[in-house]
């Protein structure tokens, strides 16, 4: 099975110009998407923050200082401030060579690291978590930016050191484990999911086999057979010693190192459930699948979330129209749970819109990957769009009552400033590869 940068390779070898001449220079699915989504959410946040947002009218002062703290205090507009910014950075990164940026990924992935770190020490605590640090009057998260470090420097090591052997998995694994390791015990589950997805979307997209694959993920699949299925490992376990041993190097001992990784993580499982997780992860974990259990607890957000998006029917009830949303039945549904206000507001029509349009930026994105001029900027498009679609992927699932509630916001259209920043330079990065990629087939 080929990976996609040996795809991506046959593909300019047999593409023909004539074509790719007919492409407009503007990337509308890659403007299009992230900004409707925005302005989709703005109206969303207002009609969540209705309140708060007249009683800030009826206060606000012309004045630099009090723009400010309008702007400030009224999430709805923070929003559309935050996706300004955004796009002028995106197009800052837009009309910068990628190549540009590999001698300072060191120094910038240490500085990331350094700022997780510094929040165990200096952040600012809210909802049970510790991810944030203040300065002046913005709260900056730095496992945003950390993910983003972490795709850039992780496609650097994968173009110049591909994974060929067992071996060459160390440096990747390094790269990923250390940040991921430090937003985990923030504790930050769902972001710490994103890095897994990061380092396995990439490493298939390197060219790495599809069965090592299989083996990184064989761990988890024996963590949740040893606590769901227990009989089902006498099953599992022998199939990933006859994957190791026909696609592994020294073949005795890939298989006895595959028995002896898939015992002890069994063997570890349930210890892990009681000890390494808090009681809210655990609830978080277990209560989606029967949400009626604690329905004032750890069910809540689920169950008024789908009641939510249920009662929006087919069309909605109009944006700023939302009876649930406006009531506040769903704490904090302006950031993780905004898709269960679009549900309610926008009905079953404008739910199945966002989903195609980030469908549609999904393509894109594989569609430039496919046609970058190098391997590190095949890497970072489709990192960028691992990033996005998983998020976009489990928070949805999480507010239709088909996932754990994991606390992953909804791309461009959650609220957080750190998260806004960070997909727009991200955006920036594929501009940029996108625009290099047309020039080049085009001469």
Avoid at 102 to 126: C, D, E, N
Avoid at 152 to 162: C, G, I, K, T
Avoid at 302 to 329: E, H, Y
């Amino acid at each position: 099975m080929l990976g996609g940068l040996r795809r991506r390779r046959q593909s300019l070898q047999s593409r023909t110009g004539s074509s790719l001449r007919r492409r407009n220079d503007f990337e509308l699915v890659l403007w299009g998407v992230p900004l409707a989504m925005v302005g989709v959410s703005s109206f969303l946040i207002l009609s969540i923050e209705r309140q708060e947002a007249i009683e800030g009218f009826s206060s606000f002062q012309f004045s630099f200082v009090g723009v400010l703290a309008f702007i400030n205090s009224q999430f709805w507009l923070s929003q559309l401030a935050t996706a300004l910014v955004g796009c002028g950075i995106a197009l800052l990164f837009a009309n910068l060579r990628l190549e540009r940026l590999k001698p300072p990924l060191l120094p910038i992935y240490i500085v990331t690291v350094i700022s997780l770190i510094a929040v165990r020490f200096i952040g600012t605590s809210a909802l049970g978590a510790q991810r944030w640090i203040s300065i002046g009057p913005f709260n900056v998260q730095p496992s945003e930016f950390a993910k983003l470090a972490a795709i850039l420097l992780l496609a650097a090591v994968l173009d110049r050191y591909p994974v060929e052997r067992p071996v060459d998995l160390l440096r990747p694994l390094g790269v990923i484990s250390i940040p991921w390791a430090l937003v985990f015990i923030q504790p930050d589950l769902g972001t710490s999911l994103v890095f897994g997805a990061l380092l396995l979307t990439m490493l298939y997209w390197s060219g790495m086999p599809f069965e090592w694959l299989v083996l990184l993920l064989a761990p988890l699949g024996t963590a949740l057979l040893a606590g769901l299925i227990p009989w089902a490992l006498a099953l599992w376990v022998p199939l990933m010693m006859v994957i190791a041993y026909r696609s592994l190097p020294w073949k005795r001992l890939a298989t006895a190192t595959v028995l002896l990784i898939q015992g002890g993580v069994a063997a570890v499982t349930p210890w892990l459930w009681m000890h390494g997780l808090k009681d809210y992860q655990r609830d978080r974990l277990v209560l989606f699948l029967d949400p009626s259990k604690d329905p004032l607890g750890g069910g809540y957000h689920l169950l008024q979330s789908t009641v939510g998006i249920g009662s929006g029917g087919w069309f909605g009830t109009g944006l700023l129209q939302g009876q649930l949303t406006k009531l506040r039945f769903i704490p904090e549904q302006h950031t993780d749970f905004i898709f269960s206000a679009l549900g309610e507001e926008t009905g079953y029509i404008g739910t199945v819109l966002v989903v195609v349009g980030f469908a549609a930026l999904m393509a894109r994105l594989v569609q430039i990957a496919n046609r970058a001029r190098s391997d590190f900027e095949s890497l970072v498009v489709i990192g960028v769009a691992t990033m996005v679609m998983f998020q976009v992927v489990v928070n949805i699932f999480m507010t239709i009552g088909l996932g754990p509630v994991t606390g992953i916001p909804l791309p461009f259209m959650s609220y957080g400033r750190s998260a806004m920043v960070v997909n727009f330079i991200a955006l920036g990065l594929c501009l940029s590869v996108a625009r290099r990629s047309r020039i080049q087939q085009l001469r």
